[in-house]
Structure formats: C-alpha cells, structure tokens
C-alpha cells in the first residue's frame, strides 16, 4: 500500500515533465522572437514548477522518514504508519495543485484563448480546494518534522500536536471555503481581501488555542 502511495506523487509529477516537454517545442512557434525563443528561459518557463514538485517530494519524504521513531517496533507499529500515509495524502494533494497550476500557466503561455476569462479565477479556487482538503487532513496529522505546527513543545507532545492541529484545520478548512468562494462570485480587484482577513483571524485563534491547550498540558 505504501508504494502505491509513493508511485501516486511519481505519477503526477512525471505527468508535469511529460506535459512541459510536449510543450516545449511549441513555445518556438507561439513566440517566434522574444524572451521564449531563447533555450534557456523556455526551459525555465516549462520545466520550473514540474522540478519544484519533485523537489517537494524528495524533501518532505526525506524529513518524514528522519522523523520515524527508531527501532524496529516503531517501524512496525500500525499507528506510525497511519500518520505517515496522512502526511503522504496531504502531500499529494499540494503536488496535485502544483501541476495544475503548472498546466493553466501552459495554456495561457500557448495562447489558449478559451482560458484567458478564467485562468486567473481558476487558480484561486483550485488553492481554495488544497486548502479545504489539506484541513480536512490536518487533524489525523501525528508529530513530524514535515508538516504541520512544528514547534518544540507539540513535536515532544502528542496530546498538544493533535488538539492544535484539530483547531488548525477547522481554520484551514473554513479560509478554503472562503478562498473558493471568492474565486468565484468576488470581483478580481477584492478577490484576495475576505480570504486573507479570514486567514489572519484563523491564524490568531489557532495561537491563542495552542497556548492554551500548552497551558492546560502544564497542570
């Protein structure tokens, strides 16, 4: 099962370099002078956020397996692993956001005119999708050195982690909602206010939680 997870994140992020270089040869002919006729810069452009996406992978797997407990019982124990098919589940999805991301920026380079009225929008609501199911997420988290609140007293508490982490992502959750809601009904020059209001506040509360609930852990 873990494997399968693993080749999950491989599918996606080769499908991005696949993706890039069909594209790449069809930047010449939609510039045929400019800034991407140059090898270098077209390179960049069709090939960064694919690279970005396997850098993420290999970085975050790393750091999750540095953070397993030692011994062979730990890396038996079903709990261990549970945490990390949820860090690999989150994983996934921020990968998926990338790639698609990466596609609309393809399409608008090639000069797919269709999706000139709605790539802008369609990038906002796609990262208020991440930001619901990344929360959704968020709660099963266990302490790791990847991804989550990482401060010194949740990485040594599990009690705290999860009760902060259960906050959190009610918080993440709600600014996805909000996010994707945004990207669809606000107009593009308000589009980034409610979100970001409601992520600050978010952000406020899930502080004054966490110290409490450490303050609480104390007694």
Same mark, same amino acid.
């Given at each position: ?63 999750? %397996? ?48 269709? %999706? ?50 259960? %906050? ?52």
């Amino acid at each position: 099962m873990k494997r399968r997870r693993d080749m999950r994140h491989v599918v996606v992020f080769a499908a991005g370099f696949l993706t890039s270089s069909l594209a790449y040869g069809k930047l010449s002919a939609a510039y045929p002078s400019g800034y991407l006729e140059a090898p270098g810069p077209k390179a960049l452009v069709t090939f960064l956020l694919p690279t970005a996406a396997a850098v993420i992978y290999l970085l975050v797997r790393s750091l999750v %397996i540095a953070s397993w407990p030692a011994g062979p019982a730990a890396w038996a124990s079903t709990e261990t692993h549970d945490a990390d098919d949820v860090v690999s589940d989150i994983l996934f999805w921020i990968l998926l956001f990338v790639m698609s991301i990466h596609g609309l920026v393809l399409a608008v380079l090639l000069r797919a005119e269709w %999706i000139y009225p709605w790539a802008g929008r369609a990038v906002v609501v796609l990262l208020g999708m991440l930001l619901i199911t990344v929360g959704n997420l968020r709660p099963r988290t266990r302490p790791n050195a990847a991804l989550g609140i990482r401060t010194a007293r949740t990485l040594a508490d599990r009690r705290l982690w999860m009760s902060t982490h259960r %906050i959190g992502g009610y918080v993440v959750v709600v600014v996805g909602i909000v996010t994707a809601v945004s990207g669809v009904f606000v107009t593009r020059a308000n589009m980034p206010v409610l979100p970001a209001l409601v992520g600050l506040g978010g952000g406020l509360l899930t502080m004054v939680c966490y110290r409490r609930f450490a303050a609480i852990q104390e007694f």
